[in-house]
């Protein structure tokens, strides 16, 4: 049986492994030594310590400036160049994210609440929605739930700005409604999904009447001396509250909410933004809103099959919690990654193993590898030269089918929700190559501008370090250790044979024991690091690396 209990005791290196796999972008090799053998409790709550402060804005290399101000629409710097510069400044701070789960879970909010870039075509919408994940990533979801509703990049993302009393734009409040808080049941009737139904989405969408990204474009009914409003609690842009353009009649829901009422009275600012209370209230009063998002979570850090056992034994707690904890993640996900289901103890069965389930999204695959191995960039002092070989992280994952800030539909990636598949949309013919050949180039080393800087797993330093590899110039140590470590539950035995003779030329030990032993006299560096290349190839592009 599915069980939610805690799972006690040290974890194994394995566990470890896996833990820091699912929670972080991947540990180095030394977290991963460090987590080893640490008390499970201790283990999660070190992944949720205080949250670390904000990152200072993303900078602009040509001006040496920050543009997450609105001063990018004055001119200079072409918006696109900019929003390249905010997917380095993310994916630096992912990189640089060490234990710490914040950035697992602003990635998790980043495909939840999706936008476009080409759609915002302005970078510092995208600065704000990304800051505002952050700020809430350890706090309540029902707030910032409410905040997407006013979030600058939203509003221009699915058409909050062309919501008015006088021709209502539905698509924000569909969607609100459909992915982003309570989610769509089953269809019980013409426009009932269950949860909701299609005059539920009118009047959400009467109720989101009057917000506006006052400087986004020229309007006739928004008068354009508005400055941007600032929010209190976060200091970050949201719209602004036109009282001209909000319905001030009396919104009437389903009895899928009770058949709630909202209106406004006075129809002033504040009124409308009590409406705004009231909307997300009403939503998050219901149960199916926790669970929905419940089963969000699970399907991101655990699996993507949901059956009715864990619905009963796993969704349905991690409910309780969700709720009784004013909507906060880290509770719930606490929960989650200390409980036995998530490392596989609550059953004897070996047919529903929920590591190594679930096929790495293209930046875990990525960052995963460049973590380990502790793969440098050039100093952030020379700002044009790191933000070049940031860069090819986000370009090469754009070429597997993630793109940041760009997602391919409203719903997110497709491996985060679409039927049957899920995860199995990361792979194809095109994305296989690519992955393959991303990290064929990572080992060789990638050119940055023009050649002033290599990026470069270097895998004959990773082997050379003292303490990455117990011996070795042991072919059967190499393998092994790399193997466990890269993959979820190590290698078989014919799996570490095939291995090996890359290493062997053959099956002779001996080869590699006096190739290591010349390269470390003085010589044979290039036969050392041709066989290392050629092995970590290997290991990387196996099927079993590819999963979480």
């Known amino acids: 049986m599915a069980s939610i209990s805690p799972q006690t005791g040290n ?50 290399p040509s001006t040496g400036t920050t543009f997450h101000e609105r001063e990018e629409l004055g001119g200079g710097t072409m918006p696109f160049v900019l929003q390249a510069y905010m997917k380095i400044w993310w994916v630096n701070n992912m990189l640089g994210s ?37 700020h809430y990533a350890y706090g309540s979801f029902k707030t910032l739930a409410k905040k997407v509703c006013r979030d600058y990049a939203m509003s221009v993302y699915l058409d909050g700005y062309t919501n008015y009393f006088t021709s209502p734009n539905e698509n924000f409040a569909r969607e609100f409604l459909e992915l982003y808080t309570i989610g769509k049941g089953p269809q019980i009737g013409p426009g009932n999904y269950t949860t909701y139904t299609e005059d539920d989405v009118q009047a959400a ?7 506006f990204p006052s400087g986004y474009l020229e309007d006739a009914q928004i008068p354009p001396e508005i400055p941007i409003q600032i929010d209190s609690d976060t200091g970050l842009y949201m719209s602004s509250v036109y009282p001209v353009i909000h319905d001030p009649f009396p919104k009437v829901f389903s009895s899928a909410f009770q058949n709630t009422i909202i209106t406004s009275g006075s129809n002033t600012i504040p009124e409308i933004e009590n ?64 409980s036995q289901h998530f490392y ?49 992280y986000a370009l090469y994952s754009e070429y597997m089918d993630m793109e940041l800030f760009e997602s391919p539909e409203v719903a997110g990636w497709p491996a985060y929700f679409q039927e049957p598949f899920f995860n199995r949309n990361w792979i194809n013919g095109t994305t296989l190559v690519n992955r393959f050949g991303s990290m064929e180039n990572l080992v060789r080393g990638i050119d940055v501008v023009g050649g002033l800087y290599n990026l470069r797993l270097d895998i004959l330093d990773y082997v050379a370090t003292p303490g990455n590899i117990t011996t070795p110039a042991d072919p059967n140590v190499v393998v092994e250790e790399l193997t466990n470590d890269l993959f979820p539950y190590g290698a078989d035995d014919d799996k570490k044979a095939a291995l090996k003779t890359i290493l062997t030329d053959g099956d002779i030990d001996a080869y590699w024991t006096q190739t290591w032993i010349d390269y470390l006299g003085g010589g044979n560096e290039l036969t050392a690091r041709l066989r290392l290349e050629a092995l970590i190839d290997a290991i990387l592009q196996s099927p079993e690396y590819q999963l979480l």
Do not use: W
Request: aromatic share 12%; proline share 6%; glycine share 4%.
């Open 344 to 392: 596989d103890t609550d059953d004897a069965q070996t047919t529903n193993n929920r590591k190594g389930a679930i096929i790495k999204s293209p930046i875990d695959f990525l960052l995963g590898a460049s973590r380990f191995f502790d793969v440098p960039l050039p100093p952030q002092s020379d700002i044009v030269l790191h933000y070049n070989a940031v860069y090819v």
């Open 275 to 338: 409406e705004l209370d009231a909307l997300v209230n009403m939503i998050f009063n219901q149960q199916a809103t926790a669970e929905y998002i419940c089963r969000k979570l699970y399907r991101f850090f655990v699996y993507y099959d949901i059956t009715q056992e864990i619905e009963d034994d796993i969704i349905q707690p991690m409910t309780t919690t969700f709720i009784n904890s004013n909507f906060e993640l880290v509770p719930v996900l606490k929960q989650l990654l200390k």
């Open 205 to 211: 969408a009467r109720v989101l009447t009057g917000y």
């Open 11 to 60: 974890l194994t290196r394995s566990q470890a492994a896996h833990l820091l796999r699912r929670a972080t972008f991947g540990p180095s090799k030394a977290t991963l030594d460090g987590y080893s053998g640490m008390d499970v409790d201790q283990a999660v709550e070190s992944l949720f310590q205080a949250q670390p402060p904000a990152p200072a804005p993303p900078i602009d």
């Open 98 to 134: 060490g234990d710490s789960a914040l950035e697992k879970i602003v990635f998790f909010l980043h495909s939840h609440f999706t936008n476009s870039a080409n759609k915002i075509n302005l970078a510092f919408p995208l600065y704000h929605q990304n800051a505002l994940f952050r």
